[in-house]
């Protein structure tokens, strides 16, 4: 603030009284002289807050100090200041009017002095002026460019956070929903058979110590992703539609009736997609023993050749809590379809029931996978593919 100012009137006073020696055709430098290459400099601390009133003082005092016939120097170091000033500051078209208006008086007042004006001299003052405009709108567009990529930046890694802010919400969502609904799910039956059913306890009780390490073991997986802490694997697999399986027994075990049909050649998917439609399916089947009061549910996997098809379907008389999404699950079973390119529709069935159905781009990839029961056709089995 204060520096510029300071190192400007150094640079003209002292410039100045070393040029006046070269000059014994100018006035002689006295108190006025010095007072108005001071001046300009302290009229600059005020350039951020009042610009354009600053580069007319700053003008005018040069104006002056060249008009009283004082030695030449570099005076015209504030002026160039103050017009930059200006022009950073937004004003584009005052800065040349006042150019224009000082080129007009200096002028005049040569004239009147009795100094001959000529083309040269109009050239030369109108050149300089506009050097100085030329550099300040230089420095303006590259501030304004180097604004923007700093606003571009920050925009991005805002996007970038709350995506992955999102991404780690629905994970989290998933995970829990789905454990801790069959956690508490098996402990109710465990209390409810307490007494009269110790067999189906220890059952219930062995499912929960399953579901309890698993969502442990998920947990740690997503917690060592979000700590960073280093660039190793996850030590934990991506969950995929190879799980599918594991994912219909645990539905079975909290007392809904699972049937899954995978139609069409299966094949290797890309990572991303294969974990949206495992999660997808986990989080239609959560529904399924939170929401829908079901007996059964069907699970449909049909590989495409250019997508994949996901269906689930229950026979229950509820659903999720709004079939437009107000809970998390529908709209971050969307969004995670969405961010893929597909889409996903879910609401209650005209004979019925409540239906999710998905469609996920699957990618051009014919690398075909072994179905995980050897593919024997059944009831909850894998169809082979057509042809």
């Known amino acids: 603030m204060f520096a510029l100012p ?3 009137a150094v640079v003209q006073v002292g410039f100045t009284t070393f040029a006046a020696d070269n000059q ?8 006025l002289g010095y007072a108005l290459l001071v001046a300009g400099p302290v009229a600059l601390l005020a350039r951020r807050r009042h610009p354009l009133p600053v580069l007319v003082v700053v003008a005018a005092v040069t104006v002056a100090y060249l008009a009283l016939d004082y030695p030449y120097g570099p005076v015209f170091a504030s002026t160039v200041v103050a017009f930059v000033s200006a022009v950073l500051a937004g004003h584009r078209r005052a800065p040349w009017a006042v150019a224009a ?3 007009a008086v200096h002028g005049m007042l040569q004239y009147l002095g009795g100094e001959p004006l000529t083309w040269t001299y ?5 050149a300089w002026l506009t050097a100085a405009l030329a550099l300040a709108e230089v420095i303006r ?3 304004e460019r180097a604004a923007e990529a700093d606003r571009t930046r920050a925009e991005e890694a805002r996007r970038r956070a709350g995506e992955e802010r999102l991404q780690i919400a629905r994970e989290l969502h998933d995970v829990l929903a789905h454990h801790i609904s069959l956690i508490n799910i098996q402990a109710g039956v465990a209390l409810h058979l307490m007494d009269s059913d110790p067999a189906q306890v220890r059952e219930s009780l062995t499912t929960i110590k399953q579901e309890s390490r698993d969502v442990l073991r998920e947990l740690r997986s997503a917690l060592e992703v979000l700590r960073g802490s280093d660039e190793s694997a996850p030590k934990a697999p991506t969950p995929g539609l190879d799980r599918l399986d594991e994912l219909v027994e645990r539905s079975r075990a909290a007392g809904i009736t699972v049937h899954r049909t995978v139609t069409g050649r299966r094949r290797q998917l890309p990572a991303q997609v294969d974990t949206a439609a495992f ?3 986990q ?8 929401h829908a009061h079901a007996t059964r549910a069907d699970v449909v996997v049909e590989y495409g050749e250019r997508e994949l098809v996901l269906v689930v379907d229950d026979d229950g008389t509820g659903g999720p809590p709004s079939p437009s999404g107000t809970g998390s699950g529908l709209p971050g079973m969307r969004e995670r379809a969405a961010a893929l390119g597909g889409s996903l529709e879910a609401g209650r069935r005209a004979d019925g029931g409540f239906r999710v159905r998905a469609i996920l781009p699957a990618g051009d990839r014919a690398v075909d996978v072994a179905p995980a029961d050897g593919g024997a056709p059944s009831d909850g089995g894998v169809r082979p ?3």
């Open 6 to 8: 300071a190192l400007l």
């Open 101 to 103: 208006v000082t080129v």
């Open 24 to 31: 014994p055709e100018r006035a002689s430098l006295d108190v």
């Open 122 to 126: 109009f050239a030369g003052v109108a």
């Open 283 to 290: 989080e239609a089947l959560t529904n399924v023993y939170r």
């Open 141 to 143: 567009v590259r501030g």
């Open 385 to 387: 593919a057509a042809g």
């Open 279 to 281: 999660r997808i399916v």
